[in-house]
């Protein structure tokens, strides 16, 4: 088969783990820049172009799309999509992971575990919105953010009322969500690919931080989930769409509630924690489901 990973960089881990794997399966894998892809968009025709050149088809394609580039490289994903190509995630469902209130508006009407969490756009409702998600502490964090960056624990009514201010008046969205304390700075990380937890971690944030992502210095681990927790982080990936995931987890009193559902998880840190193959689950996906 001929494989396609969909990257910015052909030496990120992730990257590189995935055509090392698609060789190791007997096929041969090529990394094309998803910026540099530019698309005709003809009736009939759809074509993407690359480099100068009409790109090679593909059998299927792996694609990694970073937050800063959701709308193009969706564009891109779509295009192959109208060209017959198998994406191992659709861009329907990358556009809808990476917007956090989208995803949680999806989860939480399937009836799955979330910490309570509130949206508004005018500045009246702040205090009824901090009374709603049940006071501080709360945590405040962008819609789009990722690794960690835009997620702000506040501790008092007065500096929620001030951040989220801030926040509205910049023009930023921003979800005002409950603060899951007992989760002591950890949560469960698992990689869901084709309807299956292929590996766990848990992440623990380092002292003095609360957000246990490893860009944030977090430690991860391998774990041994419980069979909620496996059924639930399979739920989310099926909810959102995705047949590959990372699916967060975090362990409250009233049992896991899910905090985000990534479309291009990060492979570096859950391969070398867990010691599994995760890049190699992946292509063992894609050659299920090709015929
Ligand atoms: P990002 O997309 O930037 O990773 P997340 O929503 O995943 O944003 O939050 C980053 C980290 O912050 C999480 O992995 C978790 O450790 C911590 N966190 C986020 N939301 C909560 C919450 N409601 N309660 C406790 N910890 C949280
Ligand atoms: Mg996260």
Redesign the pocket.
């Known amino acids: 088969m001929k494989i396609a990973i969909l990257s910015r960089n052909h030496n990120l881990y992730s990257t590189k783990r995935l055509v090392e794997a698609a060789q190791a399966f007997g096929h041969t894998a090529e990394v094309i820049d998803t910026m540099r892809c530019y698309m005709n968009i003809t009736s009939s025709r759809p074509t993407i172009h690359y480099k100068g050149a009409k790109l090679d088809s593909y059998d299927a394609v792996i694609p990694r799309i970073g937050a800063s580039v959701t709308f193009y490289g969706a564009a891109v994903v779509r295009q192959l999509e109208m060209m017959n190509v198998f994406c191992v995630n659709d861009s329907v469902a990358i556009t809808r992971a990476r917007d956090?209130l989208r995803s949680l508006q999806l989860l939480s009407k399937k009836g799955i575990g979330l910490?309570t969490t509130g949206f508004a756009h005018s500045i009246d409702e702040i205090q009824d919105l901090i009374k709603m998600v049940g006071g501080p502490p709360l945590?405040i964090?962008f819609l789009e953010?990722?690794?960690?960056?835009?997620?702000v624990l506040v501790d008092t009514s007065k500096a929620a009322r001030s951040v989220i201010e801030a926040f509205l008046g910049l023009k930023v969205n921003i979800l005002v969500?409950?603060?899951?304390k007992e989760?002591s700075?950890a949560?469960i990380r698992c990689l869901v690919v084709g309807g299956k937890v292929v590996a766990a971690m848990m992440?623990q944030?380092k002292s003095e931080e609360?957000?246990?992502?490893l860009h944030r210095g977090g430690i991860a681990t391998s774990i041994e989930i419980t069979d909620e927790e496996r059924a639930m982080a399979i739920r989310a990936a099926h909810i959102i769409g995705l047949n590959v995931a990372g699916v967060?987890i975090?362990r409250s009193n009233r049992g896991p509630l899910i905090?985000?559902v990534n479309a291009s998880p990060g492979l570096e840190g859950i391969e070398k924690a867990t010691g599994k193959d995760v890049a190699g689950s992946i292509i063992n996906f894609i050659e299920q489901n090709i015929d």
């Not at 953010?145 to 997620?151: A, L, P, W």
């Not at 609360?210 to 992502?213: E, H, L, M």
């Open positions: 956090k910490p945590i964090k953010g990722t690794q960690g960056v835009g997620v969500q409950e603060y899951i989760a700075g949560d992440r944030a609360f957000r246990s992502n967060d975090v905090i985000e």
